[in-house]
């Protein structure tokens, strides 16, 4: 009979090169991935503010969408309290917050590129 889970891979269940049991995931610092995350938030509203001439409404989005993440991010912070938890929840909304900033500012890009009519 194979046994199942990690132990058939020939891994422990505390095997540290598995994404699930990355130090960054069970530490109880909040900052690991406040201080990134706001630092993201502040470059992702900078492009946003130089792309407001290009095309105003997709970069207000994009500002209103950042800091609407900012603010889930701190809220996340600071009212999670079990480690874990906390820091899924942390690095899912960065995530997001990156994603999304990178397909509206590839958006604004695109709509630049066409001709005017």
């Known amino acids: 009979m194979v046994e199942p889970g990690p132990a058939r891979r020939g891994r422990t269940p505390a095997d540290p090169t598995r994404m699930r049991n ?3 995931l069970h530490t109880p610092k909040r900052w690991i991935w406040l201080v990134p995350g706001l630092l993201l938030a502040v470059v ?3 492009a946003f503010a130089l792309a407001l001439p290009s095309n105003w409404a997709l970069a207000w989005i994009g500002i209103a969408f950042v800091v609407a993440s900012s603010v889930g991010l701190i809220t996340a912070a600071l009212t999670i309290q079990v480690d874990r938890t906390r820091n899924l ?4 909304l960065m995530a997001i917050m990156a ?3 990178l397909i509206l500012l590839l958006a604004i890009l695109w709509q630049t590129q066409l001709p005017n009519v």
């Open 99 to 101: 994603a999304m900033s």
């Open 89 to 92: 929840t942390m690095a899912g």
């Open 22 to 24: 990355q130090p960054a």
């Open 44 to 46: 992702a509203i900078v």
